[in-house]
């Protein structure tokens, strides 16, 4: 029995529904070749811009430009989060969902919040990166290694200064700095652990930041790269990084 909200239970309970049999429940659909298509059930609209790749189990809306797969359709339609979908889709196909047990629950929450403080710190990162003065050392590096700010921003790049820039800007957001400390994005004393080094984002197939790699700017710096620590989602070697400016 996979446990409710695990990755396992997403994969088992997409494997058991068809998207197209779910969407034809509030949208009528016409096949078309190999793919469906029917009026957008979110946006208003005369003639069929909403696309079913059942191959892919995937949806696309050229009208409104939302997607996903059958878990985001149902968030959409029903007005649920991500895990009211599961619950819904798993009664569907009738797989049955183990319930957390509360240290299960207490992991599950503290990898909730490690996420979202990597995804602040992304942004937080990419932000000096362009817009303060104290990114200029990282847009100076990108420069001498031919890296287009195009590139640069796929990745999602982005420059932590030196000091204890991210602290403050968790301190005036409100924002807890014990999580920070968990994430591995700050040292005990406050300052930044990758302080004075291009941050680049490592991240899983779906876009979420898991930690980040970052390189030196300074000659003068031991180490050329460091990663994250170990932390809730990320063990090193597990995951693989994509862009390699060692060269
Ligand atoms: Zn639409």
Same mark, same amino acid.
């Given at each position: ?61 050229f ?6 797969d059958?878990f985001?359709?149902?968030?959409l ?5 991500? #895990?009211? *979908?599961?619950?819904?889709?798993? %009664? !569907?196909?009738? $797989? ?5 047990s509360?240290?299960?629950? =207490? ?43 195009e ?45 004075? #080094?291009? *941050?680049?984002?490592?991240?899983? %197939? !779906?876009?979420? $930041? ?9 000659? =003068? ?27």
């Amino acid at each position: 029995m996979p446990t409710l909200s695990s990755d396992d239970a997403f994969a088992e309970v997409k494997a058991k529904v068809d998207l197209v049999k779910v969407v034809q429940e509030h949208v009528r659909l016409t096949k078309r070749n190999k793919d469906y298509w029917g009026l957008c059930p979110f946006h208003q609209e005369d003639s069929p811009s909403f696309h079913v790749n059942p191959q892919r189990q995937s949806w696309y809306c050229f009208g409104c430009e939302r997607k996903g797969d059958v878990f985001t359709f149902v968030e959409l339609i029903e007005k649920t989060d991500k #895990r009211g *979908a599961l619950q819904l889709l798993a %009664e !569907r196909a009738g $797989v049955e969902l183990k319930k957390l047990s509360p240290e299960q629950k =207490d992991k599950a929450d503290l990898r909730k919040r490690t996420l979202a403080m990597l995804k602040l710190a992304a942004q937080y990162y990419e932000y000096v990166l362009w817009k303060m003065p104290a990114g200029e050392p990282g847009r100076r590096l990108l420069e001498s290694r031919h890296v287009a700010e195009e590139t640069a921003r796929r990745f999602q790049l982005g420059y932590a200064p030196a000091g204890r820039g991210f602290a403050e800007y968790l301190r005036a957001k409100g924002r807890s700095l014990a999580d920070a400390l968990e994430a591995g994005l700050m040292r005990r004393d406050g300052t930044d652990f990758f302080a004075e #080094r291009l *941050a680049i984002p490592i991240r899983d %197939e !779906r876009g979420q $930041v898991l930690a980040f790699t970052a390189r030196a700017v300074r000659q =003068d710096e031991q180490k050329k790269y460091i990663n994250s620590p170990d932390s809730p989602t990320y063990i090193k070697g597990r995951v693989i990084f994509g862009l390699d400016l060692a060269r």
